[in-house]
């Protein structure tokens, strides 16, 4: 393949309690093996956020955020880490957010509310610490939750630019869709359920356009290989495929 690819959703871990891959007895993935099955398929850069580990409360996020620190000093500049914020502790997440631009960090997320303990993406905490995050250039990654919430935090946030995880189906496509044609800011990824229904990139590639969407993959959860079949056996342009496998997060996270 001569496509570069960038895997804008990962979940690297330091530590085994960290790993989110479902059938490790057989398939071991440590941070090793991580790193070569990027580099065996291409990927020249994996983003993303460490979760997992059942942790709880600020000080857990603090954890997991040092964690993908230390997890680039192990790969380099081929990582681009993802920080964790919280709108229940909206002043140690500011914190946090001066601390990631002080480490070049570019990316905020994924961040996955269910696991820890938080569900409304409109919430005021959650407003105050994207109002705090304007001007300073970073990408927000969200796993898709309500969307009704999400739509009102696109609309109250235009000047942030958002990536939503995981189409879904049916219904969910649409709205996606719909939030986008609204919201200019938001991006979408086609991790988990993006690529699973045959012919649902070409629908978004055709409503939104191709430079709105981003490959990634949820690795270790999916495979990785599959889902770079999935872009590569659509409908689209090559031009299109190129966006969509790297160029876009180039353009947002000027790699
Ligand atoms: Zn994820």
């Not at 580990?53 to 603090?62: E, I, L, N, R, S």
């Not at 790969?75 to 946090?96: A, L, N, Q, R, T």
């Not at 709105?212 to 949820?218: A, E, H, K, N, Q």
Request: glycine share 10%; with cysteine.
């Amino acid at each position: 393949m001569s496509f570069e690819v960038i895997d804008f959703h990962t979940h690297p871990f330091l530590k085994p309690n960290q790993q989110l891959g479902a059938f490790c007895e057989v398939t071991p993935i440590g941070v090793e093996e991580f790193a070569e099955d990027m580099a065996r398929e291409n990927v020249t850069h994996f983003c993303g956020s460490v979760i997992g580990g059942g942790v709880k409360g600020f000080d857990g996020m603090f954890d997991l955020n040092r964690d993908a620190l230390a997890l680039r000093k192990i790969y380099g500049d081929k990582y681009i880490p993802g920080f964790h914020v919280h709108p229940d502790y909206v002043e140690e997440s500011c914190k946090e957010i001066d601390y990631a631009v002080e480490n070049g960090v570019k990316l905020i997320g994924e961040l996955v509310p269910y696991a820890h303990g938080w569900s409304d993406y409109s919430c005021p905490g959650f407003s105050e610490i994207l109002d705090y995050l304007e001007g300073k250039d970073m990408v927000v990654s969200l796993h898709t939750m309500d969307q009704e919430q999400m739509e009102q935090m696109a609309l109250a946030h235009k000047n942030i630019t958002f990536v939503f995880a995981h189409p879904g189906e049916g219904a969910k496509v649409g709205k996606h869709i719909e939030i986008m044609k609204k919201c200019d800011n938001v991006y979408l990824d086609l991790s988990g359920t993006g690529l699973v229904r045959y012919g649902i990139l070409r629908k978004f590639v055709k409503e939104v356009g191709a430079e709105r969407i981003l490959f990634g993959t949820d690795y270790p959860i999916c495979n990785l290989k599959m889902y770079i079949a999935g872009v590569l056996g659509e409908k689209i342009t090559e031009d299109e495929k190129e966006l969509i496998l790297s160029k876009n997060a180039k353009r947002l996270l000027k790699i």
